[in-house]
């Protein structure tokens, strides 16, 4: 495990020596967000077989495209307010990754990581509900910022999750995680997504262990 | 929580009652496929400025094509092997949702829940691991469906995981979940993720709850 973390440190800091040119990802952010929409579409629509494969080969020609200009490595993190390190490319947070919502956290001045987000059809469980797995990600994700916060990062040992009442989707919603006790490496982190009406709908308990150097 | 599962049961049927055409099934799975391709090159294409706002352009006027056909509801749930029922727009099986590996659940003579899947760089946490929240939604998802496979489906009511080690991204991986106990209305399910060496990277124990009729 040790040597895992510590290899993965090495490419994390590999990533943030890249120069990042904020307007690129400005526009790559964009682009994301515009594909993020057009994934509804494709369980929605109601467009007939020809008008599909059609719309297919357009995205094969626009994957082509980017594709000719080569690839990089992931983009580098790029440091947010509360000082969180923010991956461009993270499934949670990342603006570049069409899988996120993506969520923004924020750290507040007791250490409590923060984050408010509308979760729309793309991850639905139940229908008219937030998948379950889908907060459990939002949930483990949030207390990783909270540890960090914390000054004692690590490796998630373990995640308990409770489920209190279906998270609706379509809604705004917060989330939010603070590191509560530190015992030797291990570090506990409490956390919970709050539905409109103000009620927790899911809570969890994470342990995050400190590697040894 | 008992009148929010009968409104679901009753969207399910809903959904389930629309005709499936599974020729635009299937180019819509395939769309979805490429859409998951564009989008890794989001992440990585060295693409200027002015070629990702013309593909940005592309995709804005291929999501018009879409939505020009009328939106429908999200498509029913087909019954794959095993008799599992599979949400096509789901965020972990569905095959017309590009947020999904996508897995496929088969479900085996003693009530086991597998599936085998390799994912790529969009499901990245730690540098070449997979984010232990998607491993925390692939749990859940497939615990759900050995609750549904052992006849009693429920609610989930808990979701105890245990990190045990990185799992690598890229790699053909495997997970199972098998209910081991029902007591009362409560069904405990166990599940875990293999890495390719044959070691459990992560474990879960769920519980679901059925509602009462």
């Not at 599909?52 to 994957?63: N, S």
């Not at 949030?142 to 373990?158: D, I, K, Q, R, V």
């Amino acid at each position: 495990m040790t040597g895992a973390w510590a290899a993965m440190q090495r490419v994390f800091e590999e990533r943030e020596r890249q120069e990042i040119d904020e307007g690129r990802v400005a526009r790559l952010a964009e682009l994301a967000a515009r594909v993020r929409e057009l994934s509804e579409l494709v369980i929605l629509s109601q467009a007939d077989e020809m008008e599909i494969a059609a719309v297919t080969r357009e995205i094969e020609l626009l994957t082509a495209r980017l594709a000719a200009a080569g690839r990089g490595i992931p983009p580098s993190a790029e440091v947010g307010d509360g000082g969180v390190v923010r991956q461009l490319g993270s499934p949670v947070t990342g603006l570049l990754n069409t899988l996120a919502p993506p969520i923004e956290i924020r750290i507040g001045d007791d250490g409590t990581a923060r984050s408010e987000f509308t979760l729309g059809l793309l991850y639905e469980g139940p229908p008219g509900f937030v998948h379950g797995g889908v907060s459990a990600m939002i949930l483990d994700h949030l207390s990783g910022c909270a540890a960090s916060a914390n000054g004692t990062p690590g490796m998630t040992a373990g995640l308990d999750l409770r489920y209190r009442r279906p998270t609706p989707l379509g809604v705004p919603l917060s989330a939010e995680a603070k590191a509560v006790r530190v015992d030797g490496r291990k570090t506990f982190v409490d956390s919970r997504i709050i539905g409109p009406d103000g009620r927790a709908t899911a809570e969890a308990t994470a342990v995050f262990i400190m590697p040894t150097r």
